[in-house]
């Protein structure tokens, strides 16, 4: 997931800038119950206002007064006398011979139990109509409506027949299904692809997904000018979390001319949206002086909006300013610990180092072991399904740097032996945990505990 990590020596000059690729575009579950309610009612005030109008031509068709002097056809609603018919407005009883009324039943579906709704969209899905399979798909994954059983492997199978009849939002949703390996194995160089058609649709959540992959070169070639064009025609379009990528690119420099100032920019729009990365990136800009008049009073107090917000990053950036007594903060080592507690929670590993350093949660048997070499992977993932591939651990000093390559997608990691377990901070949100066995083979678990790894050992 290529992590962008920095040493706590580096204080807050270029970490406090980096942020996690956020992978997990979020969910697009939506309360799908009340989406279904919404669209079955929607659904019957057009049937309604339809049977209305057809109501309408009835009457205006059905009576219609003879003119002055005419003699009525046996088929109008009026009448007529002999020369002395009726003329302006109609009689309120006709005088002539019955008129032969014509009659219409129209049937007006107002409300619709959760379980006709589930049979009809099966029904659609069936047909081939692409909204009752998105709709189908949406069901399936989240369950309940209808006594349709949550099943991921229906869903996904709706959802690809939809995108693949041209519904741009059930592309999108299948290939999140496929990056996250719900329903199937996990699959990103195939994910890519429907990312891309749905970009290519005009979904900028699909624009953002898209250009992410295309940062960072996962399932597809790396290529930063392509990435930031989806980057950009996301943001225009309304995607949130496009506005910190392209903060990183114009800071970094990386498919568009280095312009601190327009990272600034971006910076604050994703701050302003409520995005935790985004508002530590701009506290290090406070912090550096770059692209903004320096201000470490402002950059203390945008560490500390992010770090409430969530981002792991500036949680170890508060707790460095608060063990240092930095940007004006007094020093607090209290205040030190409980950050750096937070963030080595969330899995940085330089956290836990300077948890020791402080004294606190200090591991017993900590003494190294020398684990460096190449290794056969095999895992399951927290849905299920298997994978097999590569591992090459590195040494250096204390730390282990890991780097896995699973299929076609390469990942890396670096950590510590803490308590007699090497604990590998990759990028997610809960770290690797490895327990070395007596054979050599290195027993882990991830994804907080939901999914499982044991790394043997090439002889």
């Given at each position: 997931m290529n992590p962008r990590h920095v040493s706590w020596a580096l204080l807050l000059m270029l970490f406090a800038g980096l942020s996690q690729a956020q992978y997990n575009s979020g969910n697009y579950r939506r309360d799908m119950d009340e989406a279904n309610r919404q669209r079955a009612a929607e659904q019957s005030r057009r049937d309604s206002e339809s049977a209305n109008r057809r109501n309408e031509e009835m009457r205006n068709n059905t009576y219609k007064p003879a003119a002055s002097g005419s003699v009525s056809s046996g088929s109008s609603a009026g009448s007529s006398s002999s020369s002395g018919g009726y003329a302006g407005s109609a009689p309120s009883q006709p005088s002539g011979p019955h008129s032969i009324e014509r009659t219409e039943t129209v049937t007006v579906h107002i409300q619709e139990t959760p379980e006709q709704t589930a049979a009809r969209l099966m029904r659609e899905a069936e047909a081939g109509n692409a909204e009752s399979q998105w709709n189908l798909g949406r069901l399936y994954n989240t369950g309940g409506l209808g006594g349709v059983q949550l099943d991921e492997a229906k869903a996904a199978k709706w959802f690809r027949k939809a995108g693949e009849a041209g519904h741009a939002q059930a592309a999108l949703a299948y290939g999140e299904m496929l990056f996250n390996g719900k329903g199937m194995?996990?699959?990103?160089?195939?994910?890519?692809?429907?990312?891309?058609?749905?970009?290519?649709?005009?979904?900028?959540?699909?624009?953002?997904?898209w250009g992410l992959l295309l940062e960072i070169g996962h399932g597809t070639a790396q290529d930063a000018q392509a990435a930031y064009a989806w980057f950009k025609k996301a943001a225009d379009g309304g995607e949130t979390r496009a506005y910190n990528s392209l903060g990183d690119l114009y800071s970094e420099g990386r498919g568009v001319t280095a312009n601190a100032a327009e990272a600034a920019k971006w910076y604050r729009k994703g701050m302003e949206s409520g995005d935790a990365a985004a508002t530590a990136s701009l506290g290090g800009l406070y912090y550096s002086g770059n692209g903004v008049a320096k201000d470490e009073a402002q950059a203390a107090r945008l560490f500390l909006r992010a770090a409430e917000g969530g981002n792991r990053n500036a949680m170890f950036n508060m707790g460095l300013i608060h063990e240092q007594g930095l940007m004006g903060m007094p020093r607090d080592l209290n205040l030190a610990r409980t950050w750096f507690g937070k963030a080595a929670a969330a899995g940085v590993a330089d956290a836990r180092v300077a948890l020791e350093r402080l004294g606190e949660?200090?591991?017993?048997?900590?003494?190294?072991?020398?684990?460096?070499?190449?290794?056969?992977?095999?895992?399951?993932?927290?849905?299920?399904?298997?994978?097999?591939?590569?591992?090459?651990?590195?040494?250096?000093?204390?730390?282990?740097?890991?780097?896995?390559?699973i299929a076609n997608d390469a990942y890396q990691g670096k950590g510590r032996l803490e308590g007699g377990k090497f604990v590998i901070d990759w990028g997610d949100t809960y770290p690797v945990i490895y327990t070395l066995a007596s054979d050599g083979r290195l027993v882990g678990t991830w994804s907080n505990g939901a999914a499982s790894e044991v790394l043997a050992p090439v002889r």
């Open positions: 194995a996990a699959n990103t160089q195939e994910a890519g692809k429907w990312f891309r058609i749905a970009a290519e649709r005009g979904i900028p959540k699909a624009m953002y997904m949660a200090t591991p017993s048997g900590s003494a190294q072991a020398n684990i460096a070499g190449r290794y056969t992977a095999t895992g399951k993932n927290p849905n299920g399904s298997t994978y097999r591939g590569e591992v090459t651990i590195e040494q250096r000093g204390g730390q282990y740097h890991f780097y896995w390559k």
